[in-house]
């Protein structure tokens, strides 16, 4: 059982400031996010992409406000619980939550903050009918770790970035053992220069190019061991694999969090706009996750409705304390 003040259901930004803004408080913070990396939208979907309306920032890179939200929490310790998603809240007694994570793993807490941006992102899948029978078995849609491919043969398919650079890396690291890549179209959705450096392997005879084609089937027994590849001209070929890797972008849905007890208004959790607080007392729910009248799903909105709802966190831990705002300028960052 992982115990901490406050379990935060995220690791965007939002949840990601909060764990800052709760550690001028003296309240630790454990994320749980369903993603193998911190950082929610700006990680996943647009990490190269300037943002021009963070305060202070005229320009800032998603993937460098999230190295630099991780820095400015690093003083406080927060925890982290990646890769898996929070399937459920008990309320052990008045003060006590239980968060659990669908591979089982147990987070206890006073206070649950929710920053569940869009919700659980889900692998988009190919429709080949039996490929959830090997998954983990062979079939992953997302890499969390490289190392589980070393000297193995992978077979990854999609035509964006993610497709193209993890190929790129398996290779260049001398990581997997052979690697092809199956995309249905001749062109790539991907940044030039990850197609041009593809291109390049491939020539170099160290990317097994598969363009014009797509998986179709999956053979073996209790792991994967081969693939049906359908291409357009040629016809179909099986291609003996270790791994079969469809990198073919992620969904947003609710998920979970609309199983909880929570007030749902058009997939996103009512709150109370003086704290931030749900229903339930002792969860709140910030940032893209939320809603209110006047609600903007913006990153900057989200950093305020996490500072407000850290000091009602603390008055609900600590009742018999008296919060006074310090400024940071004046007290400095004191960590744990
Ligand atoms: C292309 C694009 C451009 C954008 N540009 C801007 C911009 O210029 N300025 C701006 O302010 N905003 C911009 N936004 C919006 C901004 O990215 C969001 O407002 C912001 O990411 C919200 O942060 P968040 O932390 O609330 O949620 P997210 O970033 O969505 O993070 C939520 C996290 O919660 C996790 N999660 C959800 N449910 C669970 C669960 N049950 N268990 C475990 N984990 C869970 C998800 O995996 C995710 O990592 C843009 C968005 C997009 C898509």
Partial sequence: MIKTDIIIIGAGPVGLFTVFEAGLLKLHCHLIDSLAQPGGQCSEIYPK????????FPSVLAGELIDNLM???AP????????EAAVSIDKIDENTFVVTTDKGTKHEAPIVMIAGGLGVFEPRKPPIDNITDFEDKGVEYIIKDPELYRGKRCVIAGGGDSALDWAIHLVENNIASEVSLVHRSASFRGHLDSVQKVIDLADEGKINLITEAEVVGLNGGNKLESVVINHQKDGELVKETDHFIPLFGLKPSLGPIADWGLEIDKSAIKVDTTDYSTNIPGIYAIGDVNTYEGKLKLILCGFHEGTLAVQSAFARIHPEKKNVLKYTTVNGVQGF
């Avoid at 992409?49 to 202070?56: F, Q």
Wanted: a neutral charge.
């Fill in 49 to 56: 992409k300037p943002i021009y309306d963070i305060p202070g």
């Fill in 71 to 73: 820095e400015q929490a």
């Fill in 76 to 83: 406080f310790k927060p925890g982290f619980t990646l890769g």
